[in-house]
């Protein structure tokens, strides 16, 4: 690999997650790095993951063979333009936005095309920000590349094998499909999980009971809704139009499966949930997509004092890494009394390997 020098304008979540890729994967690489908060730099140049920091998007970044646009969207304008006068004419300028189109124009208007590839890694966590950044974000995930059409080819393959590189899989769409995708399977379902938490808040008791016994399949399907506030405004704003086209077309499947409760229409009813039950079995099980896959499993154990200690122990001598542990109190959707959460899925493999061959029930998380 040669040696390449990337810029990055904004280090949160994303940012800081591909810049620990590149320095993890590269052997000559040089971090350059502007972000808002100097907690943030300081802390990424501590680690070693930036060597050269900014309090502005300036001539400091003129030396960066790819520059990744990673502040939030609103403020990709004013960056763009005080960036311009400082681009190298052969770098690849590039974006993590999830949102494409607005982007697109904006390098339009300043004459960029020959430099930009769009860029939208499939991948995040209900965590933000640099602190919770990891290199193994990336991994697996979808990785959608929206080069203009007068992007050098070479520049695009470059880029395309630097997306491999850092263990994600490049896919090259137009600004235009990507953007109505992705309101597809990962905007509305935002949309719809804060819908459906607003739905619980507004309907519970005095007494939270809704609240308090909220888990399986609720808790499955509303995890985005804990993203980032900020964010989502911003992308609902930004592909508005995708949006509401697709939020109209489920509120009228909705409005159909009301319509076969309130009739009593079994049949209709039961095809809802299979049509559903089949063609979601038919996904691929990738960790792609705005929240990575959870790796998690359920244990059958007896009610009684270390019963819980002892399978931490036990996981903790063969050095299996716990990122969550807990009780399952709400079992509708769960098998197993207790649940625990790996953070990758060697680690679930081998702590399933070895508490079945110590005798435990082991319940994979589907």
């Known amino acids: 690999m040669k040696a390449i020098s990337c810029g990055f ?8 997650s591909i810049a620990r890729a590149l320095k993890e994967k590269w052997k000559q690489v040089t971090i350059y790095a502007c972000d808002t908060s100097q907690d943030t730099l300081r802390m990424a140049r501590e680690e070693g993951i ?3 920091i900014s ?18 969207v609103s403020c990709n304008d004013e960056n763009l333009r005080r960036l311009a006068p400082h ?7 590039t974006d993590v936005g999830s949102v494409k189109t607005g982007i697109h124009k904006q390098i339009t208007a300043l004459g960029l095309e020959h430099l930009f590839i769009g860029g939208h890694p499939m991948t995040g966590s209900e965590r933000f920000g640099y602190a919770n950044s990891k290199s193994q974000l990336l991994e697996n995930a979808y990785y959608i590349l ?5 992007v050098p080819e070479e520049k695009l393959l470059f ?7 850092i263990g994600a899989i490049p896919l090259v769409l137009s600004s235009e499909i990507h953007d109505y995708v992705t309101a597809a399977v990962s905007h509305l379902p935002h949309v719809i999980a ?24 609720f808790k499955d399907i509303t995890r985005i809704a804990s993203s980032s506030s900020d964010m989502w405004q911003q992308i609902c704003l930004s592909n508005r139009e995708n949006i509401l086209t697709l939020l109209e077309r489920y509120i009228g499947i909705l409005r159909d499966i009301r319509g076969q409760i309130q009739t009593s229409d079994a049949e209709e009813i039961y095809d809802f949930f ?3 039950r089949i063609y979601r079995d038919s996904f691929i099980e990738a960790s792609s997509g705005p929240i990575k896959k959870v790796f998690s499993i359920q244990i059958d154990i007896a009610d009684e004092p270390g019963a819980l200690a002892s399978i931490a122990t036990i996981l903790a001598l063969n050095g299996i890494n716990i990122k969550n542990i807990g009780i399952a109190h709400n079992r509708e959707l769960e098998e197993g009394v207790l649940r625990i959460e790996f953070y990758e899925e060697e680690g679930m493999r081998s702590a399933i390997s070895i508490l079945r061959s110590k005798g435990y029930g082991i319940h994979e998380k589907k």
């Open 9 to 16: 304008i904004g280090l949160g979540l994303i940012g800081g």
């Open 274 to 276: 299979d049509r559903a």
């Open 159 to 165: 880029y395309q094998e630097l997306v491999l590189s």
């Open 194 to 217: 804060a819908s459906l938490v607003n739905l619980v808040k507004n309907s519970d008791s005095e007494e939270g009971i809704m609240k308090l016994i909220a888990a399986g399949g």
């Open 55 to 72: 309090t502005q998007p300036d001539h400091t970044f003129s030396r960066c063979d790819i520059l990744f646009l990673c502040a939030p």
């Open 87 to 93: 681009l190298p004419k052969d770098c690849i300028l």
């Open 50 to 52: 930036v060597d050269v």
């Open 146 to 150: 929206t080069p203009t059409g007068s």
